[in-house]
């Protein structure tokens, strides 16, 4: 039975929680003072400390480093009675493994609770959070996010089927990123895992990559290519952005599926293949089938269980975990000490749109601590200006898009004012693109590169909100 100490200097909540926990089949103990709590754990064996940041003795900062000492092995989770993200950041940063608000909620208590102790089983040495990620996937940060531990149960319960599955989600969500953990949950995680962008891929070179082709096939084909199916064998083919397959590649996709074979252009034999597909695509694939440009057999043939990635702007939750991912590799990589967030920064990032999602976050990241090496602090002077235009709120932000503006340097079309979180967001996206395609003159190339997204994207999005006929 795993041993649990609550301190909290408030005496109803350290009964109210160890009645609780006894319940679930804890063995729970409480104290109202921290420095009561550092005596017990250095006398008795705990699994797991939940403790409140503020006490009445002693702040969570200055008792850290206390209970680490006692128990170098113990989970640390602490109680916040408000949303500081500031806070949150330091305490994992130091090795905390979650911190939770108040007013705490028993079944997200409970998962955490199970979560960290099933880690700390099986890393016996913890506190290194980042080797702890209860996926093999060192990189990929599990956010505390209710979508996000919902992403992961479903990643749990499909990874291991042969499933084929298809990942909506916008631009930068993080996509290809949950394929990759599919395939390592399953039994194919020996096998390879090949990503193909089928964004990128005109008709000719996309049935050659998909299928391969023998030497002399076409024009320019001067040796024989084997196709990412066969390179596949045992393991994964992962075709980012489907909805952008031609019709005629769709057809060769499905017979290759129906049929388990595959033949390389230029050659009638076929040869078997033994692969998982997992797409994805930032379009409605339903809405392409509805309007007929992508088929509805393949639909079903590559949809045999659907997972939505939610963007940044709807799990905030998980921003703390994520900036402080990247801005400690982001330290790695440069070889300095990691440097903190100003309040100011902070407020930026927790009230911009994200419209790039996880990679726009992680790029902004990257591009501040290059800025700021050599200080301890990053400040809001380094936020690319665009962030810190959006949080100012002008007049433009306030209103949401309706109309074609087919000359982008002008204004566009303001309509009703809208509180609607969505609307809100993609008013504010809409509103960026505008800026950046100004910025540079309506060239798609360059606005596409500075929004760090593909053309086709872009193009996507201008024509989603109308800004171009
Ligand atoms: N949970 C996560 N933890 C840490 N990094 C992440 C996470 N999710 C995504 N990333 C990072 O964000 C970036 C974008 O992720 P990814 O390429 O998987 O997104 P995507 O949705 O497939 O994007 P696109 O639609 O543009 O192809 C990558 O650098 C990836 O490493």
Redesign the pocket.
């Known amino acids: 039975m795993h041993k649990i100490l609550i301190i909290d200097d408030e005496l109803s909540v350290c009964q109210m929680l160890e009645k609780f926990l006894k319940k679930k089949g804890y063995h729970a103990k409480s104290t109202t003072s921290g420095k009561q709590g550092i005596k017990m754990l250095k006398m008795e064996f705990f699994d797991l400390v939940l403790c409140d940041y503020r006490l009445d003795d002693i702040d969570g900062r200055t008792l850290y480093p206390e209970l680490r000492n006692a128990n170098p092995e113990m989970v640390v989770i602490f109680i916040t009675g408000y949303t500081n993200l500031k806070v949150a950041i330091e305490l994992i940063k130091e090795g905390v493994y979650q911190y939770l608000e108040k007013p705490l909620r028993p079944d997200e208590l409970l998962e955490t609770l199970e979560s960290a102790l099933k880690l700390k089983k099986r890393n016996k040495s913890y506190p290194n959070r980042h080797e702890t990620s209860s996926v093999p996937n060192q ?5 505390k996010s209710s979508s996000s531990r919902e992403l992961v149960k479903t990643v749990d319960l499909v990874g291991p089927t042969d499933y084929s599955v298809v990942i909506e ?10 394929a990759q953990l599919l395939h390592e949950k399953s039994a194919r995680k020996d096998g390879p895992f090949i990503p193909i962008d089928c964004g990128s891929l005109s008709k000719e070179i996309a049935a050659s990559e998909l299928f391969g082709h023998e030497k002399g096939a076409y024009t320019g084909a001067y040796s024989d290519k084997t196709g990412a199916f066969e390179l596949a064998k045992g393991g994964t083919v992962f075709l ?2 489907i909805g952008n397959l031609s019709m005629d590649i769709q057809v060769m996709l499905l017979r290759a599926l129906q049929e388990k074979v595959v033949r390389k252009l230029g050659s009638l034999k076929p040869r078997k293949i033994d692969v998982r597909i997992i797409a ?1 695509t ?1 379009e409605n694939l339903r809405d392409k089938v509805r309007n007929g440009s992508f088929r509805e057999d393949l639909y079903y043939r590559i949809n045999e269980f659907n997972i939505t ?1 939610p963007p940044l702007r709807e799990r905030r939750g998980d921003m703390s975990l ?1 900036i402080n ?2 801005i400690t590799k982001t330290a790695e990589e440069l070889g300095k000490p990691v440097p903190s967030l100003s309040d100011e920064v902070l407020e930026v990032f927790n009230r911009y749109s994200w419209p790039g ?3 726009e976050l ?1 790029n902004v990241i990257r591009r501040t601590c290059l800025l700021s090496i050599g200080s301890e602090t990053i400040t809001s002077k380094v936020l690319p200006r665009h962030l810190m235009e959006e949080n100012r709120g002008g007049g433009e932000t306030k209103n949401f898009y309706v109309g074609a503006a087919k000359d982008t340097h002008k204004e566009v079309l303001l309509a009703e004012n809208h509180t609607d979180l969505r609307k809100t967001a993609h008013m504010a996206e809409a509103n960026h693109i505008l800026k950046v395609l100004k910025e540079v003159g309506n060239n798609k190339t360059k606005a596409a590169k500075l929004l760090n ?2 053309r086709k ?1 872009l193009y996507q999005k201008l024509k989603l909100y109308q800004l171009e006929t």
């Open positions: 990189d990929f940060i599990i956010g989600g916008e631009t930068g969500t993080g996509k290809e990123s949950l980012d952005e994805a930032n990635v994520l991912h990247f999602n996880i990679r992680k997204i593909d994207t």
